[in-house]
């Protein structure tokens, strides 16, 4: 049969092929991410291929029972604990933590008589020893090899029957001998999951894929593997602070945009319950551009405290500086601010900052940070005990978001007395005052900013 072949290139990052190469991918537009592909093909040979018998959906038995962890920030992230024979992918930046949070939750399931084997491309049988004496998990009857060989894990994934969990760390390390390419590159990643996740799926097994993943896409993998799996989890967090999110991008068997939050200590991973409080730093005292959000994340209420700085700049070009929030939103509301308050910001560089190292994704945050900026900018401090949320319309109009009566729920338990949000009509059980701002001009009147600051 005459075979063709094609010299492709593929974007390391997200995977899209291009005919020539060009230093810029067209589809996600990141630099010096295009790898040469070689491209075999021929045309279908069905000889090998048969009919395939029809399942009935009505009769088709539901899956088994989920595999729980016990790390309750896990099992919600995951919409309940693990689904049977499901693929998880986690990624996140090499260093975030992704082992030590592997090897915790791989030690919680063999507590429920689940067998689990951990494969380690980049750390040796001794290094996860020393690093389970350090987490306090080392008696845990977890199998573990160190190998990079798709073809010796998948040989040794069958001799040992009876496997629950597997987990490889990290897939970028993971090699298929029968392909030239080295290690890391986008079709060794590819094949590697794709013949893994083959393997798993016909045993039954789960997996659990770790990856690497850096902002510039300089490591291969991540954004194609997204769509061979049914969960992808992604570990985040800065590294000045200990505090650590998981969030579920993708969810075959749950809801997405679920969070679960650690704090990093010396002894491994920790849970955080109350995780208002742990953002809240400030709380109780008052300083000028600091505002409390109520947010919702996924499904879980926190409150977060927005920080915004308004400095006088003799530069043509201010400073528009945004850690935690989107960039282009705050370009936003700092001219509805200047169109509806009759500010000018022109000439003042703007900074703002979300606190612990949370990103902010709700457009009901822009209340918040509408307040944040003007209490910089009249140098005066909101009020205390008080929560902010609304969207804003680029008239200045707030607007009604969702779940209101849960972020005031929060705020009560937090013991929160104010809330300044936008109009609606519930009936509100909760003995914190509410404030219906229906303008942002409002804010001006409300929080008493005099107007020649
Ligand atoms: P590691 O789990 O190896 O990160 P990754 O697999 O994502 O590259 O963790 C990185 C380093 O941080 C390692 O030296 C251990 C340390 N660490 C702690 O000391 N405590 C913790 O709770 C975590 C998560 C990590
Ligand atoms: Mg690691």
Not at 280 to 299: D, F, K, R, S
Not at 302 to 314: F, N, W
Request: charged share 20%; glycine share 8%; proline share 3%.
């Amino acid at each position: 049969m005459k075979k063709n072949k094609t010299i492709q290139y593929t974007c390391n990052l997200c995977g899209s092929i291009h005919s020539k190469w060009v230093g810029k991918c067209d589809n996600c537009e990141s630099w010096n991410t295009l790898y040469e592909e070689n491209n075999n093909f021929s045309s279908l040979n069905d000889k090998n291929s048969k009919v395939i018998e029809l399942n009935s959906l009505k009769q088709t038995k539901s899956t088994k029972k989920r595999i729980l962890t016990n790390i309750r920030e896990f099992d919600q992230v995951c919409g309940g604990g693990l689904v049977p024979g499901s693929v998880i992918l986690l990624g996140g930046d090499p260093g975030i933590g992704k082992s030590t949070l592997l090897l915790q939750v791989l030690a919680k399931i063999v507590d429920d008589k689940y067998k689990c084997i951990y494969v380690s491309g980049e750390e040796s049988v001794q290094q996860i020893k020393i690093r389970s004496d350090r987490i306090g998990v080392s008696e845990k009857t977890i199998s573990l090899f160190s190998s990079t060989d798709v073809g010796s894990i998948i040989k040794t994934v069958k001799k040992n029957n009876n496997i629950d969990i597997l987990a490889i760390d990290s897939i970028q390390t993971m090699f298929l001998n029968t392909l030239e390419s080295a290690p890391g590159t986008i079709s060794q990643v590819r094949s590697s999951a794709q013949e893994l996740i083959k393997i798993t799926k016909n045993l039954d097994i789960n997996l659990i894929l770790v990856s690497h993943v850096t902002k510039d896409g300089q490591i291969a993998g991540p954004r194609v593997l997204e769509h061979m799996v049914d969960t992808v989890l992604y570990f985040e967090g800065e590294n000045s602070n200990d505090y650590r999110v998981l969030r579920s991008i993708k969810n075959r068997f749950g809801p997405t945009d679920e969070i679960g939050i650690f704090e990093m200590t010396s002894l491994g991973l920790h849970e955080v319950i109350n995780a208002s409080q742990i953002f809240l730093p400030n709380h109780g005292t008052q300083i000028n551009g600091n505002a409390i959000y109520a947010g919702i994340e996924g499904t879980r209420p926190i409150l977060l405290e927005i920080q915004a700085l308004v400095a006088s700049t003799s530069h043509s070009n201010p400073r528009r500086s945004v850690i935690g929030w989107d960039n282009n939103r705050l370009s936003m509301i700092l001219a509805i601010l200047e169109k509806s308050c009759g500010i000018s910001l022109g000439n003042k560089d703007v900074y703002l900052n979300v606190v612990g190292g949370l990103k902010i994704k709700e457009t009901a945050a822009d209340l918040a940070v509408a307040s944040a900026i003007l209490s910089s900018y009249f140098a005066k401090p909101l009020p205390n005990k008080s929560l902010i949320f609304g969207e804003l319309g680029l008239s200045g109009e707030v607007r009604p978001i969702k779940q209101m009566i849960k972020r005031l729920n929060e705020g009560k338990k937090q013991g929160f007395k104010n809330a300044y949000m936008p109009p609606s009509n519930f009936e509100n059980k909760n003995n914190i005052a509410v404030n219906k701002i229906n303008k942002v001009s409002q804010l001006i009147e409300v929080f008493n900013f005099t107007r020649n600051a």
